[in-house]
C-alpha cells in the first residue's frame, strides 16, 4: 500500500512537471503583452475578448489592441493568411503520408507475415536494420537524390521520403501473424488471390493496428520540422513548424503572440492524440511492442 502511494505520488510529480510548460503557455497567450513576464501562472487580467491573441485582427478597434492575432499576423489583406496557407499544407502533407504509409505498410507486412519466399526473414531483419540508421544520415543523399531529380520545393519532395516505414511494416507483420492461417485457408478454398486476402481479410480484422499506425504517422509527418526546412523555401509550401519558426523570427519579442501561435499549431495534436489514445495503447499490446 505504501509503495503504491510513493509510486502516485512520484508519478503525480513527474506529470505536473512535463504539464507545467503547456500551462504556461495556455496562460500566455490569454494575456496583454505588457503582463506576459508577470509571474502569474493565471492570467489577471484576461485578454478582451480572450481570443484575440489567436485570431483577433486590428480593423476590429479593440481598445488597447493595435496588433493582429497570431492566425493573421502578417497577412496583407489578400489570398489567405499565413497560417492558413501553413495549416492546409500541414492537413494535405500529413494526411497524404499517413494514406501512403498504411497501404506501402500492409503490402510489406503481409509479404513478410504471410507469404513464403527465398530469403524473407533475412529480407525482414535487413529493413529492420535500417531503424538503427539515423535520419541524419541519409538527409543530404536523399537531397541531392531530389534536386537530380528536380522535385526541391515541390510537395513531393515532403511526401515521398516519408511514404515507406519500417517501424511501421513491422508493426503490422507483427499484427497479421497474430491472425489465425485459418481464415486464409478458407479463403483459398473459396477461390480468393492473396490480393483479395489482404484487402477482404487481413485487412479489416487490423483496423486497430491500422488506426495506431495512422496516429503515429499522422502526428511525426505534423511535427516534422528538420526535413521540411531543408528541402522547402516557398512560403506557399511551408508546413506549420517551419511556418511557426518563420513567425518566431519576425515575431520574437511578441511572446504573447508566439504562444498563442503554439497552441493552435498543438491543438489538432493534442485532439488527436486523446482521440486515438485507446487505438494507441490497444495496437501496442497486440503487436507485442514494448
Known amino acids: 500500500m505504501i509503495e503504491n502511494t510513493i509510486a502516485y505520488i512520484i508519478l503525480s510529480i513527474t506529470a505536473l512537471i512535463f504539464i507545467l510548460p503547456l500551462v504556461y ?12 513576464f508577470d509571474g502569474k501562472f493565471i492570467p489577471n487580467p484576461i485578454i478582451d475578448p480572450w481570443w484575440y491573441n489567436f485570431f483577433g485582427r486590428t480593423e476590429m478597434g ?3 489592441l493595435n496588433y493582429d492575432g497570431a492566425f493573421f499576423a502578417g497577412w496583407n489583406r489578400t489570398g489567405l493568411p499565413p497560417f492558413a496557407q501553413y495549416y492546409i499544407n500541414s492537413i494535405f502533407v500529413s494526411s497524404v503520408i499517413t494514406l501512403i504509409q498504411l497501404f506501402t505498410c500492409s503490402l510489406a507486412a503481409y509479404a513478410f507475415a504471410r507469404l513464403k519466399w527465398p530469403g524473407r526473414d533475412k529480407i525482414f531483419l535487413a529493413y529492420l536494420g535500417t531503424m538503427m540508421v539515423p ?27 516519408a511514404s515507406f516505414s519500417a517501424y511501421g511494416t513491422f ?4 499484427y497479421f501473424m497474430s491472425i489465425p492461417a485459418a481464415l486464409e485457408e478458407a479463403a483459398y478454398i473459396d477461390g480468393a488471390t492473396k490480393w483479395q486476402i489482404l484487402w477482404t481479410i487481413i485487412v479489416p480484422l487490423s483496423k486497430t493496428a491500422l488506426a495506431t499506425l495512422a496516429i503515429f ?18 512560403d506557399r509550401l511551408k508546413t506549420l513548424p517551419i511556418g511557426l519558426q518563420a513567425f518566431q523570427s519576425s515575431y520574437g519579442a511578441q511572446w504573447h503572440l508566439i504562444m ?4 493552435i499549431v498543438l491543438v489538432p495534436v493534442i485532439v488527436i492524440f486523446i482521440a486515438g489514445q485507446k487505438y494507441i495503447t490497444k495496437g501496442i499490446m497486440m503487436t507485442g511492442l514494448k
Do not use: E, H
Open 217 to 234: 504517422v499522422f502526428l511525426f509527418a505534423w511535427n516534422d520540422f528538420m526535413w521540411p526546412m531543408i528541402v522547402i523555401n516557398s
Open 260 to 263: 498563442a501561435a503554439s497552441l
Open 62 to 64: 479593440l481598445k488597447k
Open 135 to 161: 535520419g541524419q544520415v541519409t538527409m543530404i543523399p536523399v537531397f541531392i537524390l531530389f534536386k537530380n531529380l528536380g522535385i526541391i520545393d515541390t510537395y513531393w519532395a515532403l511526401i515521398l521520403p
Open 25 to 36: 503557455t495556455v496562460s500566455s497567450s490569454l494575456k496583454y503583452q505588457q503582463d506576459i
Open 171 to 174: 508493426m503490422l507483420r507483427q
